[in-house]
């Protein structure tokens, strides 16, 4: 699910995604745009998904995410009325694409601040069952093959217990791109 497919670079992004046989993009955004920079730019999505959170068509699909989203967060301040609304957040709803299971990743951050990124994932998906710290991991492709850089981002004084425990779970991870981690 790429959320912001309303900006060109998230597009570029998608279509090479595409082109790589990497991933089948869900554009999440408003349609009208989002035809209009694909036409614009000459792009082509033949298998293209696109899907607009706020539209009517959506509109049964917001309400069984916001129904899920409530379920997970009732109990930490949300009303129902409220989880169905948040719906239209197209973070919200690209999260809760990935926990329902209809989408397998989410691409979102270049529009938003970073925490308005991550607060719906980890409310929407959560964390694994071992898991309890969360962490950002970034990969940079270079000459030498990748690098994998573990939390930059989030956590901005973390214990050494948190530094052992986001080594682990970046070693894992790294070890599903079949890299041996270092």
Excluded: C
Excluded at 49 to 65: A, F, G, T
């Amino acid at each position: 699910v790429f959320a912001e497919a309303d900006n060109i670079k998230i597009l570029k992004a998608a279509q090479t995604a595409w082109e790589e046989g990497v991933a089948f993009p869900i554009l999440l955004g408003k349609k009208s745009v989002i035809e209009s920079l694909i036409k614009e730019y000459m792009m082509e999505f033949p298998e293209v998904e696109i899907v607009d959170p706020k539209s009517d068509e959506e509109k049964e699909r917001r309400q069984e995410y916001g129904m899920k989203f409530f379920e997970k967060r009732m109990r930490k301040g949300i009303t129902e009325f409220e989880a169905v609304q948040i719906m239209r957040e197209r973070n919200h709803f690209g999260a809760m694409m990935v926990e329902a299971g209809d989408a397998d990743a989410m691409i979102s951050g270049i529009s938003r601040n970073y925490s308005d990124v991550v607060r719906p994932v980890i409310q929407a998906v959560g964390l694994q069952k071992d898991m309890t710290v969360v962490a950002g991991m970034y990969i940079l492709d270079t000459k030498r093959g990748p690098i994998f850089l573990a939390d930059t981002t989030l956590n901005v004084n973390p214990t050494a217990e948190d530094i052992a425990e986001i080594t682990s779970n970046v070693a894992k991870t790294i070890r599903k791109f079949k890299v041996t981690p270092r």
